[in-house]
């Protein structure tokens, strides 16, 4: 490896499996020494347990990197604050933060309960907010007292915070938010030396095993474009001092594809210069709506027809 994130210090929630495991493996793998942050839940959230954690840090001990476990809950005060003293108490520093933590309550939204909305807005835009927070405030103490940090933020939103997926709805409405919370830190932070961006992975975890489950290596080539192993190359890359200058950004991660995602910008305008009518206001959006784009569909959607 070319040691890329040498004597840098990492974090990564949610790593004890899927994504997390292999950003985790990847950072150490380039020098990192690596926060390996697990609530041990299930599926769903619920349960918690720090076997899965341990079994990455011991993983990355057998690979003579170091790492130290973390079972906190990052969607809590104490437990966000907590995540980021191990880094410094254990290492001294801090210098890469990666949200991945989350988790599924899939519904129609007629069948969404406030309790699934609830809990998977805690824990994917909570538990990004928080850790967030708390580095920041880190970071911004060290750039107050002369230090100034090359500080790295990764958040992890997904396809549907782009452009929704059925069944999903409180998981896109999060994951979207998330791409604002990262246009906003990134706007507000990078006075201090922090830098922020966020991916938009694809990759077969216990989140998505069903939906990939029969996409496996290619037979000519061995290369598994679903392996959560190919995403974690663009994290370690964006957690490195070698990002410098990039910030506020969103990056589609798959297979051995790599897109700079274009989110919402002004497309087709009309102005009257005063107040429309709503007969008006009406003619003028099907006008401009003619010369407009055709949007990706959600997913799980059909796009209309002549569409």
């Known amino acids: 490896m070319s040691g890329l994130c040498s004597e840098r210090v990492a974090i990564v929630t949610g790593a004890g499996r899927g994504l997390g495991r292999a950003h985790a493996l990847?950072?150490?793998?380039?020098?990192?020494?690596?926060?390996?942050?697990?609530?041990?839940?299930?599926?769903?959230?619920?349960g918690s347990g720090t076997a899965p954690a341990?079994?990455?840090?011991?993983?990355?001990?057998?690979?003579?990197?170091?790492?130290?476990?973390?079972?906190?809950?990052?969607?809590?005060?104490?437990?966000?604050?907590?995540?980021i003293r191990a880094a410094v108490e254990t290492y001294g520093r801090l210098d890469t933060l990666v949200?991945?933590?989350?988790?599924?309550?899939?519904?129609?939204?007629?069948?969404?309960?406030?309790?699934?909305?609830?809990?998977?807005?805690?824990?994917?835009?909570?538990?990004?907010?928080?850790?967030?927070?708390?580095?920041?405030?880190?970071?911004?103490?060290?750039?107050?007292?002369?230090?100034?940090?090359?500080?790295?933020?990764?958040n992890t939103s997904s396809g549907a915070g782009l452009l929704g997926s059925v069944g999903q709805g409180n998981y896109s409405a999060a994951k979207a938010g998330i791409i604002g919370l990262t246009l906003v830190a990134a706007a507000e932070m990078g006075r201090y030396g922090v830098l922020?961006?966020?991916?938009a992975p694809a990759a077969r975890t216990?989140?998505?095993?069903?939906?990939?489950?029969?996409?496996?290596?290619?037979?000519?080539?061995?290369?598994?474009?679903?392996?959560?192993?190919?995403?974690?190359p663009l994290v370690?890359?964006?957690?490195?001092?070698?990002?410098?200058?990039?910030?506020?950004?969103v990056f589609g991660a798959e297979g051995g594809r790599i897109t700079v995602m274009e989110g919402w910008r002004p497309g087709p305008t009309a102005d009257k210069g005063a107040r429309w009518s709503p007969a008006e206001a009406g003619?003028?959006?099907?006008?401009?709506?003619?010369?407009?784009t055709t949007p990706e569909p959600v997913y799980g959607a059909q796009r209309p027809p002549g569409g």
């Open 26 to 46: 990847a950072l150490a793998a380039e020098g990192a020494r690596v926060v390996v942050n697990d609530l041990g839940a299930g599926l769903d959230g619920t």
């Open 54 to 83: 341990q079994l990455v840090v011991d993983e990355i001990a057998a690979r003579g990197g170091q790492a130290v476990a973390h079972g906190g809950d990052i969607a809590t005060t104490e437990g966000a604050a907590s995540l």
């Open 99 to 154: 949200n991945n933590a989350g988790f599924l309550r899939d519904r129609m939204l007629v069948n969404l309960g406030e309790d699934d909305w609830d809990a998977v807005m805690r824990v994917h835009l909570k538990g990004h907010f928080l850790p967030l927070k708390h580095a920041a405030a880190h970071w911004r103490a060290e750039a107050k007292a002369g230090r100034v940090p090359a500080a790295r933020v990764v």
């Open 196 to 199: 922020v961006n966020a991916i």
């Open 206 to 232: 216990r989140m998505t095993e069903a939906t990939f489950a029969e996409t496996m290596a290619a037979p000519d080539t061995g290369f598994d474009a679903m392996a959560p192993e190919n995403v974690s």
């Open 236 to 249: 370690v890359w964006l957690g490195s001092a070698a990002s410098a200058g990039v910030t506020g950004r």
């Open 283 to 292: 003619e003028a959006a099907l006008k401009l709506l003619a010369e407009a």
